[in-house]
């Protein structure tokens, strides 16, 4: 049975100024793989890096981090936004994949197809890319069950490469609950065939706790450069 997103899930459509970040962090997704593989000359990049910079000159008025909305409170109202813009599943983050995570019977699973950007070894993905991925998808698996916890312990078992430019289907879920531990394990597979797996643990964690370990540790580093 298909279950219901949870209050905190980003929707998928959305509008405004919330679309445009959205359609910006996916302009910026094709740059950062043509940096990394196209063989124009040197003139041609230096002409891009420049259009960059001015580009981001745009982007250099008030800012503000997810660290800070937390401190200031308006996190929790705005908290589908701050979701959408995380390092792994944010549709606004230039830096992620992203990951479409479902869930349902309560198993989270994505399908993901890794672009240069994520290589490691000539043709594959990072391990360290497949080991942060398993860590989103324990993650979602233990919010979306209805805790609040963090990681404690990751350990990934590399069967065979996990390949760029093909789809891969991640799944993980909560094998057993002894609070305030959970345990998880996960799956990657391409083609059928099994490529990773994981086990993790997560602990589970009070308000008072979240309060004390979300906040910016720098609050000068709030400012974009």
């Given at each position: 049975?298909?279950?219901?997103?949870?209050?905190?899930?980003?929707?998928?459509?959305?509008?405004?100024e919330w679309a445009s970040r959205r359609a910006l962090a996916g302009a910026i997704r094709v740059l950062s793989e043509r940096c990394i593989t196209s063989e124009v000359d040197g003139d041609a990049l230096a002409r891009a890096e420049g259009l960059v910079r001015s580009a981001a000159a745009l982007?250099?008025?008030?800012?503000?981090?997810?660290?800070?909305?937390?401190?200031?409170?308006?996190?929790?109202?705005?908290?589908?936004?701050y979701v959408d813009r995380g390092a792994l599943v944010g549709q606004c983050n230039p830096v992620a994949?992203?990951?479409?995570?479902?869930?349902?019977?309560?198993?989270?699973?994505?399908?993901?197809?890794?672009?240069?950007?994520?290589?490691?070894?000539?043709?594959?993905?990072?391990?360290?890319?497949?080991?942060?991925?398993?860590?989103?998808m324990c993650g979602h698996a233990v919010v979306w069950s209805g805790h609040r916890a963090l990681t404690i312990e990751l350990t990934v078992e590399y069967r065979h490469p996990t390949p760029l430019h093909r789809p891969i289907r991640f799944d993980a879920r909560?094998?057993?609950?002894?609070?305030?531990?959970?345990?998880?394990?996960?799956?990657?597979?391409h083609q059928g065939r099994t490529i990773a797996t994981c086990r993790a643990t997560f602990k589970e964690i009070d308000r008072a706790t979240a309060e004390r370990l979300f906040a910016p540790a720098d609050e000068e580093g709030r400012g974009g450069r």
């Open positions: 049975m298909s279950e219901k997103p949870p209050y905190w899930a980003a929707p998928e459509v959305v509008s405004g982007l250099a008025g008030a800012q503000k981090t997810s660290g800070a909305a937390w401190t200031d409170r308006t996190y929790p109202h705005d908290i589908q936004r994949p992203p990951l479409r995570i479902t869930h349902r019977d309560g198993v989270s699973t994505c399908e993901v197809t890794l672009d240069e950007r994520f290589v490691g070894a000539p043709g594959i993905a990072h391990g360290g890319v497949v080991a942060s991925i398993f860590d989103q909560v094998s057993r609950v002894a609070l305030p531990i959970l345990h998880l394990t996960g799956t990657g597979l």
